[in-house]
């Protein structure tokens, strides 16, 4: 079996709705242009607010995918 190689990116999924959409988010964005992704860590979460009201959610994220030479 062949050693593997993967690379690490960070990304913020955002979500009117709750934590997990942003992650969600984060990931099927990251799906539409990598491929073998691996590993998805939530590493922060946090709020944007207005008017002491919550207006969006969002998930930092570190994505991990197989890296290809090819």
Known sequence: MAD???K???LIGTSTESWEKAAEAA?????KSLRDLRI????????QLED???IR???KMRISF???SD
């Open 27 to 31: 990931v099927a964005q990251a799906s």
């Open 57 to 59: 959610y969002r998930a």
């Open 40 to 47: 998805a860590e939530v590493v922060e979460l946090d709020m």
């Open 52 to 54: 002491s009201n919550v």
């Open 66 to 68: 197989r890296y290809h």
């Open 8 to 10: 690490v990116i960070e």
């Open 4 to 6: 593997s190689v993967y």
